[in-house]
């Protein structure tokens, strides 16, 4: 076994970029069938509201599970790598994320995606993920990338998200007007949270929280909101989430009871993003149309009309656009079939067959949307149209 | 001047840690792959590693000797230096650099692009030069041609016509199309390999003209193939026609799968899930994304001047992908058969044309 040329082998260098370095071999996932899926929960809120702390906290915290954090998510993605830290039962340690950039081109996955599934592959699962979004960051995209079909067979899932604010300046944000008219970070990363954390709440006087909480609520009638000092909140507010679960159907039973509630009981100041709910009168006899109805909304952003084709719809300016940030919904088709649970996020949608449970609530269904420009008299009657 | 890569991994046997450091004589002469984590690796393979140095021209070695294959295919290396195109051809974004400049720039937004009267016209001639270097490629398929050969052959006919081959350089791509052979899903590295009678080879041509990019792609079979390869190859064109035609204006995006997904298994196969069709114009991959499976959330529906892919890929077993260590080529986990087809295609304000 030994050469007698020792003495020639030279010292090794370091690895010069080239484009013909071959990078390691990346199997993708397991992606076998059955096996227990990782949630990812998005982490996002301005800076100072809060986050960082968070996520250190939960970095740190004793518990039985093992959590990776991703701090400042993928930001523009010319990295080649990217830390990620890891709280096994305690104790913290780090790992890499290897963003490979090439064959991107006709991926389903995002390459953040293969590179949280490639490590655990390596490294074993982990128990939960959370990524942190950086602070002005519009987090729907960022869903989006996670939001991903079943088919795909990831070992990863979204779970929800959960937005920090700073009690003193968010109202200061949500007011925030941008250029071009769209809808400002601060409102958006509200509008689509499943879970509100609303931090530094020391800093408001009672009366000052309940106008907060109003105004937020307005925005977001389905989230969770929380008060705390210091960004300290049970794990199990930001963990186990189910927000993009299509079988969590009495999920969804609550946060329209909470809709229903909330409209009853506030007025809503200034109406830019809102909750609004549209109650079914009758089981849908034709599924495909309601979908088609939904297509035109989220994706033209106009109130659906008749008499003019799905696709030559438009909105005449982007103020006047309908841009529904987040939707959920559960409807009941004719003829005893299963109940369809409906979620969209942004552009994405998805409408699938619920299981089982018969719930107690005998209604043809609803709609939730949450967004800007939602006239509810408006959406009402055209999907009334369009369904007859 | 040395930009550490930490994602090379050791090539001595049995080892996976991570390796910074590289052999410096096949640096010298430019024999890539050769990396290692420390010099105590790089002792112990120094045995069999030498016989890399100073190969004899004509020579030809697998540059992944200790990865776990999962067919019969291996790559040959070494590879050409990389083909010029000729100073006057205008190149597109990531001919400089590698990086698609313009497609990141465009990163998740799910706008597709309605191209006007000019543009549209612009793609059909990109289209028409795309379609005859293929054609001119394919001509060249038979036993005993290596790939290297099909792409010196592809590379000229897409220059002769003042035009650049998209994929040279597209995120650092080495060569001028892709040559996916058997168990090779796409992206195949064209090289030294011969042609065997009985392969199944895809032949993937892109070409760059006057500002737009045209894309296509056709499988073929290799002298005699046996009766299920050419079942297969069938079954993935007719996939493609299958979904082009229920294309026209007003169908969702999100479409396309179900049909293709549906007319895979009814014949026995699977459908890959990992790529997907894209819109092409001015960019050579954007808005929208059209995967080839049933249950998708893709965004969008046809509208007349959208320009896009299908291009299922259809396999006798798994649909799952493994990448070769060259970070390209993508084959089937299980080593079984996979086939492909591509066109470039216009909606019209009645239907849809095929533009390649």
């Known amino acids: ?388 | 001047n040395f930009i550490e890569m930490p994602t090379a991994l050791c090539q001595a046997l049995n080892c996976e840690n991570t390796a910074k450091l590289e052999c410096p004589t096949c640096v010298k002469q430019t024999i890539s792959g050769s990396t290692f984590c420390s010099q105590d690796c790089f002792k112990k393979s120094w045995g069999a590693h030498k016989a890399l140095h100073n190969l004899p021209e004509g020579v030809t070695y697998d540059p992944f000797p200790n990865f776990k294959y999962t067919g019969p295919l291996r790559p040959v290396y070494p590879l050409t230096p990389t083909r010029s195109v000729p100073e006057h051809i205008p190149r597109p974004d990531h001919a400089e650099d590698g990086t698609p400049h313009g497609e990141l720039a465009e990163r998740g937004d799910t706008n597709i692009r309605v191209l006007n009267a000019e543009e549209i016209e612009a793609m059909r001639k990109v289209c028409k030069i795309t379609k005859e270097v293929l054609d001119i490629g394919a001509a060249a398929i038979r036993p005993g041609v290596t790939t290297e050969e099909i792409d010196a052959i592809v590379h000229q006919a897409t220059i002769e016509r003042n035009a650049y081959p998209s994929p040279l350089n597209y995120w650092n791509y080495p060569k001028s199309c892709c040559t996916s052979i058997n168990e090779v899903i796409c992206h195949g590295i064209p090289d030294q390999r011969p042609l065997q009678e009985g392969d199944i080879i895809n032949l993937d041509v892109s070409c760059y003209f006057e500002g737009f990019h045209g894309d296509t792609n056709a499988t073929y079979c290799v002298g005699n193939v046996d009766e299920a390869g050419k079942k297969l190859i069938d079954t993935a064109r007719e996939c493609l026609e299958a979904a082009i035609a229920q294309a026209k204006p007003g169908v969702p995006y999100r479409r396309f799968g179900r049909l293709i997904e549906e007319h895979a298994t009814k014949m026995g196969f699977t459908t890959v899930r990992a790529f997907c069709g894209h819109g092409i114009h001015e960019l050579f991959h954007g808005a929208p994304t059209v995967p080839h499976y049933a249950n998708n959330k893709a965004v969008g529906v046809l509208k007349p001047g959208h320009c896009f892919t299908i291009e299922p890929m259809i396999c006798e077993g798994t649909h799952k992908e493994l990448m070769w260590p060259d970070q390209w080529t993508a084959t089937t986990t299980d080593g079984k058969r996979s086939a492909q087809f591509e066109h470039t295609l216009l909606v019209t304000e009645t239907g849809i044309e095929i533009l390649t």
Request: with cysteine; charged share 30%.
């Open chain 1, 1 to 388: 076994m030994q050469s007698d040329d020792f003495d020639d082998i030279p010292d090794l260098i370091p690895v010069i970029e080239t484009s013909t370095v071959p990078k390691p071999p990346t199997e993708p996932a397991n992606n076998s069938d059955g096996q227990k899926k990782i949630p990812v929960t998005i982490v996002t809120g301005f800076l100072g509201s809060g986050k960082t702390t968070l996520l250190n906290y939960i970095l740190t915290e004793k518990h039985e599970k093992k959590i990776a954090v991703i701090l400042n998510e993928f930001g523009e993605s010319s990295d080649i790598e990217k830390a990620l830290s890891i709280n096994e039962d305690g104790a913290l340690y780090e790992e890499w994320l290897e963003l490979r950039n090439g064959c991107l081109c006709c991926s389903v996955k995002d390459n953040g995606v293969k590179a949280i599934e490639n490590l655990m592959e390596k490294r074993g699962k982990f128990d939960y993920v959370l990524l942190e979004t950086s602070g002005l960051a519009d987090p729907g995209p960022i869903a989006s990338i996670f939001w991903m079909d079943d088919d795909l067979g990831s070992d990863i899932y979204l779970d929800g998200i959960v937005t920090l604010v700073d009690a003193k300046y968010i109202s200061q944000h949500i007011k925030d007007k941008k250029d071009d008219g769209a809808i400002n970070e601060a409102t958006k990363q509200i509008a689509i949270a499943d879970r509100i954390i609303i931090n530094k709440k020391d800093l408001l006087s009672e009366s000052e929280m309940s106008e907060l909480e109003n105004t937020i609520s307005g925005i977001n009638s389905v989230a969770t909101l929380v008060q705390t000092e210091r960004s300290r909140v049970s794990l199990d507010f930001v963990l186990d989430i189910h927000a993009y679960d299509i079988t969590d159907v009495n999920g969804l039973a609550l946060q329209s009871q909470k809709i229903n509630e909330h409209a009853s009981t506030h007025v809503h100041p200034d109406k830019t993003v809102e909750t609004i709910c549209i109650q079914l009168d009758e089981p849908i006899r034709d599924v495909d149309l309601l979908e088609r109805w939904i297509q035109t909304l989220l994706w033209e952003k106009v109130v659906p009309r008749t008499d003019k084709q799905q696709y030559q719809q438009h909105a005449s300016s982007e103020e006047e656009q309908v841009v529904v940030l987040r939707l959920k919904g559960i409807i009941t088709p004719q003829g005893g079939k299963e109940r369809i649970i409906i979620q969209g996020v942004q552009d994405l949608y998805d409408m699938q067959a619920a299981g089982g449970s018969d719930s107690t609530d005998d209604d043809a269904g609803k709609l939730v949307f949450i967004g800007r420009n939602l006239v509810k008299v408006d959406l009402e009657q055209s999907l009334k149209k369009w369904l007859s």
